[in-house]
């Protein structure tokens, strides 16, 4: 699979592994499922894993960290984040925890965005991981923290770079506002864009994605499929869009790009993973996946061969933006 080259040095295969549901994302997950994902993404060349303490209380990052233990370790990237202290929650253990991961509330999360927040975070996710470096950690969701992010949680990370306990610093967020500020402001290496960046909606491209090609900024895409209302050839009348059910002229406007798409013989979800891939900017997609079958079928759709002739006809019909001049050099791709 191929892969980018950062700058720093990290190298990211073009499509990473999203490990929310090894949290529980939902409803349960077996350990064996979690085992078949990750050993059909190292089949299939995928070097890149994404976990985060939120993903059901530590969970996640337990299990990703067991699962890649007796992988080379210089032959993988893991990322994981911070913002989200994991406090202990006596008597949680007969209940549901209260967000949207199926595990017992042993703890309850505590917005930290303080350097100290951030180092303990780091610390703790080491311990969870097993593992003797993190290589990229993003501020997860820091929207209501941008300036103490500025201020406090950026130069803590930028330390535990310096000093070797990371490989590089980023921002994971569902907005791109935010994140385009990190990147004026800030010596960040990476973004993680979840849902502004898609073959539905565009809003990244006015503001991150310039700035971000223009420094030298990774961008790693996240919600390709925009909560599911692009994750099938055509959306349910109750698809989701942003975690919500999604508007009724937005399922129109994917049934639109739905008809196109099989015009030329694509599927929607094949053609939402192929658009964000484009743009030079973005150094590595990341699908999540409970299952080797999941994973497989990810692979499958993202090394398709789509005509350009689909774009042309999107372009044309005024579904999706011409790219622009800040896109037509060749993304930093390595094989």
């Known amino acids: 699979m191929r892969a980018t080259t950062l700058r720093g040095g990290l190298k990211l295969s073009a499509l990473g592994l999203g490990t929310a549901q090894f949290g529980n994302l939902y409803r349960e997950t077996s350990d064996e499922e979690a085992a078949g994902a990750v050993d059909a993404a190292w089949q299939a060349g995928i070097r890149y894993f994404d976990t985060a303490p939120h993903y059901g209380l530590g969970l996640s990052e337990r299990r990703l960290g067991a699962l890649l233990k007796d992988k080379p370790r210089d032959e993988f990237v893991l990322s994981t984040k911070v913002g989200r202290i994991l406090e202990p929650n006596p008597g949680g ?31 703790e996710s080491l311990g969870r991981l097993g593992l003797d470096r993190i290589d990229i950690a993003y501020l997860h969701d820091p929207d209501d923290f941008g300036d103490q992010a500025v201020r406090e949680a950026i130069p803590a990370l930028i330390d535990l770079r310096e000093q070797g306990v990371i490989g590089a610093v980023g921002a994971g967020m569902n907005q791109s506002e935010l994140p385009a500020r990190f990147v004026r402001e800030t010596d960040i290496d990476l973004i993680m864009l979840a849902g502004r960046f898609t073959l539905l909606e565009q809003g990244a491209m006015h503001d991150l994605l310039p700035i971000a090609e223009q420094r030298g900024v990774g961008i790693v895409i996240a919600g390709v499929y925009n909560s599911g209302l692009l994750a099938a050839p055509r959306p349910d009348a109750d698809a989701k869009y942003n975690y919500g059910k999604a508007p009724e002229q937005l399922i129109a406007r994917a049934n639109a790009i739905a008809d196109a798409c099989e015009r030329h013989g694509v599927d929607l979800p094949t053609a939402a993973l192929a658009f964000v891939a484009r743009h030079p900017a973005v150094a590595s997609v990341v699908v999540g996946a409970r299952t080797g079958v999941q994973v497989r079928s990810n692979v499958k759709r993202f090394e398709t061969d789509i005509p350009s002739a689909l774009w042309d006809d999107l372009e044309t019909d005024g579904l999706i933006p011409v790219l622009g001049p800040q896109s037509t050099a060749e993304p930093r791709r390595t094989p």
């Not at 007969?94 to 610390?123: E, K, N």
């Open 93 to 123: 253990e007969s209940r549901q925890d209260d967000d949207v991961f199926a595990v017992p509330a042993t703890h309850v999360r505590r917005w930290d965005f303080s350097a100290d927040g951030v180092r303990r975070s780091i610390d």
